[in-house]
């Protein structure tokens, strides 16, 4: 059987904080060495744009989008990105090769609490649920020709054209409050019941043992990859080891079916708030697999080529 799978690159950005141009610079400038037709999927951190930090509906207001907005026409032409609504949601705009918007998710699952100035809850209103999109392998993509070729041919048994996808933002990930029982799962179960073929995350995740202090810049290129030694990647594996295993244990009900997950997270500060990075692409096979990874500081794109199951349910 034909192996299926997704070119996919993940930008770890230190976004400007409302400041939409400097922060969109920034991510042209990761992504300029792409070439198009080499990937399938580009994913960016939550709010990537605009950063994350803000205080109220109000602070927020500027800097939310219609459908049809700067963070839209940049998607368009770039093929993904994020979206803030006026309606203040906070959510994940999915644009397809051709420009077209495919959908607008909304994230589920809130950050924090009324009390928490870091909090989602003092802008944003909740999605209704988890979706599952089931999309078409771009034109340019090798899976796709085999498709069309499979499609096309006598046999019985062609090639499904399309690959299924849950997106999801961040807190989606956890359980929907912190105080909510740790094992149910949800968003995975989500994914599993809907035997989606990849997860993919949009987030702004803090860092839980951040710097003591800012003298470090966390905006520089994360030069990790070819070239790099191997006590300099075993470093910097240590330092990420423990978010990358949870976001897996979040991952559970998904571990041996063959899915994958590809996480743009963000890096940087914002005030006293310190982002982990720790972008990554990983493969949930009976042994989770992880194909590549950011650090915790530096800006890089993690660009992964991910196995998918080998069959999609309908």
């Not at 109220?56 to 032409?77: C, I, L």
């Not at 048994?157 to 996808?165: M, V």
């Not at 599993?192 to 905006?219: F, N, Q, T």
């Amino acid at each position: 059987m034909t192996e299926r799978f997704l070119r996919t690159a993940c930008v770890q950005l230190s976004p400007c904080f409302k400041d939409w141009d400097a922060s969109r610079l920034r991510a042209e400038a990761l992504i300029a060495g792409l070439v198009p037709g080499e990937l399938d999927l580009l994913v960016l951190p939550e709010m990537a744009f605009t950063g994350y930090c803000f205080q109220s509906k109000e602070d927020v207001e500027e800097f939310a989008e219609a459908g049809d907005g700067p963070t839209f026409r940049w998607a368009a032409s770039t093929a993904c990105g994020t979206d803030q609504r006026p309606i203040y949601h906070n959510s994940l705009l999915v644009v397809g090769p051709d420009g077209a918007q495919v959908h607008t998710y909304h994230k589920t699952f809130l950050y924090g609490e009324l009390t928490n100035d870091r909090a989602d809850y003092l802008w944003a209103e909740a999605g209704t649920g988890f979706v599952a999109l089931d999309l078409p392998f771009p034109s340019s993509s090798p899976f796709h020709a085999v498709a069309a070729a499979a499609n096309n041919s006598a046999s019985h048994h062609s090639a499904p054209s399309t690959f299924r996808l849950v997106p999801a933002i961040c807190m989606d990930l956890n359980m929907p409050t912190f105080d909510a029982p740790f094992e149910k799962f949800e968003l995975a179960t989500f994914a599993s019941e809907k035997r989606a073929d990849i997860v993919v995350g949009s987030m702004a995740w803090l860092d839980s043992e951040p710097p003591l202090d800012s003298s470090e810049d966390e905006s520089q290129r994360d030069d990790s990859g070819d070239g790099k030694d191997a006590a300099a990647a075993a470093s910097q594996w240590e330092e990420v080891r423990s978010v990358i295993s949870y976001w897996v244990l979040r991952l559970s009900p998904l571990i041996g079916s063959g899915a994958a997950f590809v996480c743009a997270n963000r890096v940087g500060r914002e005030g006293d708030v310190v982002f982990t990075g720790s972008s990554c692409a990983l493969e949930l096979s009976d042994r989770p697999c992880v194909i590549d990874h950011a650090g915790k500081r530096g800006e890089k794109v993690v660009i992964a080529r991910v196995s998918l199951p080998a069959s999609q349910s309908t």
